[in-house]
């Protein structure tokens, strides 16, 4: 499959993952990071597609975002995947940590716990308390969670040595996007948090789920290559062009 964009060993490709990771090399990835669809038809005439209106700032209906995959049936195929792959991709002791969601009434981050492992080896669940405020009626949402698996086989591939990281992040807020920009994306702090612990300059690091580039931009700034698939090519083409523009360092601690 020819690339979408590919310069200074980050590389895009257009179309679903299911088509691509299966072309990857085995044990040829060093670290996954990415941000799935959750299966919650997020943006689909839901709550958060009408934000504005049950805030009252508006009297129009905003028009829906539907995010592909996002399904609860699709989603959860999705996810099986991505877990199944990571454990032929990543060599032994290289991690996966995968955005989940947190909370309830549908307890998706057991679930997908329990499939991570099955399919690659659970290591931690960590909570990103993402503030402020968020969604619903009772216990409103406020944090997330990212699920770190462990290929067997190998010792952790953990490069902090101030033996202070704690399963709970507190510094990093959420993007509260407009009706212009991808719904779900990640500030570059996370994945780049995550790439700090787990990876090397020169390490491989995938997002089956690029979105507008995140983590391939946080890869980039950690000197890693990078490969990223994205569906939908208005994204491929908003990564594009945030990872040719000069990019200022971040402090991902």
Known sequence: MKPYYDSD?????????RDVLPKLDDASVDFVFTDPPYGHNNN???LIARW??????????????PIAGDGFAEANELVRFLFAEARRLLSPGCCC??????????????????????LLGFKQMIVWDKGPIGMGWHYRRSYETVLVGQKPGGACRWFDRSNT??????HIR???PSRTEHPTEKRIELPGYFIALHTQPGHLVLDPFAGRGSTLIAAKLAYCRAIGVELDERWC?????RLDQRMLQFTFW
């Open 165 to 170: 990281v704690e399963n709970v992040i507190r």
């Open 174 to 176: 959420k993007i509260v």
């Open 97 to 118: 940590c995968c955005c989940c969601c947190g909370g309830g009434p549908d307890p998706q981050f057991a679930r997908w716990s329990l499939w991570l492992d099955e």
């Open 9 to 17: 060993g980050i590389t895009i490709y257009h179309g679903d993952c």
């Open 237 to 241: 083409e908003s990564a594009a062009r």
């Open 44 to 46: 689909n005439d839901d």
């Open 52 to 65: 504005e209106l049950a805030l009252g700032t508006t009297n129009t209906t905003p028009e829906t975002r």
